[in-house]
């Protein structure tokens, strides 16, 4: 079991950065692939970034250059740093734990989501 609580969210303008966090705690961490899914009003939910247990990191073409996923297994967290944040980045943002089999990920623990506002 992995319980996972975020931290970060927030109201920013466009053009402005966030940097989220994700507190992990219960298991064995560094062994966990993790990730940030994001969930837009009215839209499916989709995988941001993620990161393998050996450092590997995947994003989605709509972020890329512009998100950044990282991890720091002594403190049990993963972080995104967004910068460059528009508009459709509006949404709660979710951290995952789980697995990856290559650039595949299936997330088994979720945690309660941060809300991120882009607007003037």
């Known amino acids: 079991q992995v319980q996972l609580v975020e931290s970060g969210g927030g109201l920013v303008q466009p053009g402005g950065s966030l940097r989220l966090s994700c507190a992990a705690s219960g298991s064995i961490f560094s062994t966990y692939a993790m990730g940030w899914y994001r969930q837009a009003p009215g839209k499916e939910r989709e995988l941001v970034a993620g990161?393998?247990?050996?450092?590997?990191?995947n994003y989605v073409d709509s972020v890329k250059g512009r998100f950044t996923i990282s991890r720091d297994n002594a403190k049990n967290t993963v972080s995104l740093q967004m910068n460059s944040l528009k508009p459709e980045d509006t949404a709660v943002y979710y951290c995952?734990?789980?697995?990856?089999?290559?650039?595949?990920?299936?997330?088994?623990?979720w945690g309660q989501g941060t809300q991120v506002t882009v607007s003037s």
């Open positions: 990161i393998t247990s050996g450092g590997s990191t």
């Open positions: 995952t734990a789980g697995t990856s089999y290559g650039s595949t990920y299936v997330f088994d623990f």
